[in-house]
């Protein structure tokens, strides 16, 4: 399979400046009635896949994400289940980034975002008035394309999160018991002080990941984790992602489709339209979408003729 | 194999010759030379500065040592010192320290941190920037007219507003813009994947700036405020307008307090001051008086670098 490795350039790449968005928003709208006419259909709200009410956590209702006049994701519905792991796949520039990144509302880091349609999050809409972003980013974590540690010791790094949070109990359990179950605290044990950035990427990609379920999260998702490790730390994280499944239910965005198909049990493929705004071709089980994929878009993705 | 062996044999010379020219490269040797003239140059013109001081100048420390550094202001050469300049100087600097630097700060995190990035703000920065370049004595007249004579009644009524807290607020307004706009630089250069880290665990705005970003942005701030620091006790034309070349101070038994708002001198205008005298007893003086305007900016940024690296080297 030819697999492009080339890094997602983190979303916002085309933020349109210069043109009128007046004159852009009218085109895109009728480029939308057209697609919608022929027949491009976004993935209905009904659930095809069969998931329990109670096991859905992320329920996205014609979800658009827009930088600006620029529409990066257009009209997504899909459903995300509970204590599993979703891949989002797709070629560059496709929105999946854009699209995890309104899962926790880290948008909202961005001004000119914003997002139109609805992500109900156990069936509360993330969006709605009065919704704090602090308390969803501490229910829904997040670990990054390029490993962040603080540069500050690799304790203060995890005991961040529960000392922001107000964490009551025994921080160095804590600290530890977030080690443990990110498989890095053997390697980390001797040298808690030591700051994190000094650690190798599929370490501190693992300690970030520390960092991220010591606050105890619902959800993490994970922005491309792999693609700045070498090929045995990435198969400790996906060893890592399937341990972590037990307890938290996972997003994980990814350019490498083995690794959609070996660590995932689901799987949404994006591509773009003409107007370089990101759509769901479709989700299926993961076997189910890599072996007898439904749309041709997805097939022609998946055994690299195009992509 | 032999494929591989057959031409590297016959070309191994050929690569050599090819790598191994001693083509000598001018352009970029006449280049290397111009920018080592450049800084000759500069350096020439420095060390020139300072021997021609420190030679006029030496012989008033060597003849009268401390005396100088702590009598007051005289008409009589051999009595005059630059004591109540160097307090002048010194609380102005304290003055610039609490007032510029948090108002600069401040400023710079809201711009940096908080506020949207709109064509209004960016508005704002591009002003801040040219505010940057106004020369100071456009800053004294605005210290004039807001801080000496408008806000009297308020900076010192006894001094005719000509008072420390004046120089001090106007210096602050002077230094104002380049404390933030190296604070905002610092900010700006502090990674996008630190702040994200900090949220995506549920970190407030502020919690992340505090732990965080300040921290990493913190030496850089304080090269800014260092060099606000030096740019406001060299300044000498804002002092001149808001009255801190008072030739003689009558400090009398006042205290601290009252001093603030009391008439003042600084070391820049007190350097004015004697270089514009007729009597030729008066040039060795200045240049001492440049001596320790010199020593005291070294000192000032010295300490300020000293806890610069200490602060950077602990975090």
């Not at chain 2, 100088?68 to 102005?92: E, H, W």
């Not at chain 2, 401040?106 to 591009?126: D, H, K, M, P």
């Amino acid at each position: 399979m030819a697999v492009k490795t080339t890094t997602d350039p983190a979303a916002p790449a085309g933020t349109d400046k210069g043109e009128s968005p007046t004159i852009r928003v009218m085109t895109r709208t009728q480029e939308l009635d057209e697609s919608n006419r022929i027949g491009e259909q976004p993935a209905s709200a009904t659930d095809p896949l069969g998931f329990a009410e109670e096991d859905v956590v992320f329920s996205l209702d014609g979800l658009s994400c827009f930088y600006g006049s620029f529409r990066a994701v257009r009209d997504i519905s899909l459903r995300v289940p509970r204590n599993k792991i979703t891949a989002l796949i797709g070629p560059s520039g496709c929105g999946k980034s854009t699209l995890l990144r309104s899962f926790n509302r880290m948008n909202d880091l961005i001004d000119s975002a914003r997002i139109e349609g609805r992500i109900l999050y156990h069936g509360v809409d993330l969006y709605a008035d009065g919704v704090d972003a602090v308390e969803v980013r501490r229910r829904i974590g997040m670990v990054f394309q390029k490993p962040n540690p603080f540069p500050k010791s690799i304790y203060d790094n995890v005991a961040f999160g529960p000392r922001v949070a107000g964490y009551k109990g025994k921080m160095e359990e804590l600290v530890e018991r977030s080690l443990k179950r990110a498989a890095i605290w053997d390697e980390v044990k001797d040298k808690l002080k030591e700051p994190g950035t000094a650690l190798s990427g599929g370490q501190q990609q693992r300690l970030c990941i520390a960092r991220a379920i010591a606050v105890e999260p619902d959800v993490i998702l994970m922005d491309e984790p792999c693609s700045a490790l070498d090929p045995i730390a990435t198969l400790k994280i996906e060893e890592l992602m399937r341990e972590l499944k037990e307890n938290f239910t996972i997003v994980i965005v990814t350019h490498n489709m083995q690794q959609a198909a070996r660590a995932s049990d689901y799987t949404a493929f994006l591509t773009m339209g003409e107007d370089r705004a990101g759509y769901l071709v479709e989700m299926a089980p993961t076997q189910k979408l890599f072996t007898s994929p439904e749309n041709r878009l997805t097939e022609d993705y998946i055994t690299g003729r195009f992509g | 194999m032999a494929e591989i062996a057959r031409p590297q044999t016959a070309s191994t010379e050929l690569v050599r010759r090819a790598i191994t020219g001693r083509r000598i490269d001018i352009g970029s040797r006449l280049f290397e030379g111009l920018l080592l003239a450049a800084l000759l140059a500069a350096l020439l013109v420095l060390v020139v500065l300072v021997a021609d001081v420190v030679s006029r100048g030496w012989v008033v420390y060597a003849e009268r040592g401390m005396d100088f550094v702590t009598s007051g202001n005289s008409r009589n050469a051999a009595d005059a010192g630059i004591g109540q300049a160097l307090f002048g100087s010194l609380a102005l600097m304290v003055l610039v320290a609490l007032i510029a630097f948090p108002l600069g700060i401040g400023a710079s995190i809201y711009l940096e941190e908080y506020a949207r990035q709109t064509t209004f703000t960016r508005f704002i920065t591009v002003n801040i920037r040219n505010l940057a370049g106004v020369p100071a004595i456009v800053y004294g007249l605005l210290g004039l007219a807001i801080f000496v004579i408008a806000l009297q009644d308020l900076t010192g009524p006894d001094s005719n507003g000509r008072s420390i807290i004046s120089g001090g607020l106007t210096l602050s307004v002077v230094v104002l813009p380049i404390v933030i706009i190296t604070s905002s630089e610092a900010l700006r250069a502090v990674p996008q994947s630190i702040r994200e880290a900090a949220l995506a665990v549920g970190a407030t705005r502020w919690e992340t700036v505090r732990s965080h970003v300040l921290p990493y942005a913190a030496p850089g701030i304080l090269t800014g405020t260092i060099l606000g620091m030096a740019r406001a006790f060299g300044e000498a034309a804002p002092l001149i307008m808001v009255g801190g070349a008072a030739s003689f101070v009558a400090t009398g038994n006042a205290n601290a307090w009252e001093q603030l708002f009391g008439s003042y001198m600084a070391m820049p205008t007190l350097i004015f001051n004697w270089a514009g005298l007729p009597n030729a007893d008066f040039r060795a003086l200045t240049a001492a008086g440049i001596m320790a305007l010199l020593a005291t900016i070294l000192l000032v940024n010295g300490i300020a670098i000293v806890l610069r690296n200490r602060y950077s080297r602990r975090w």
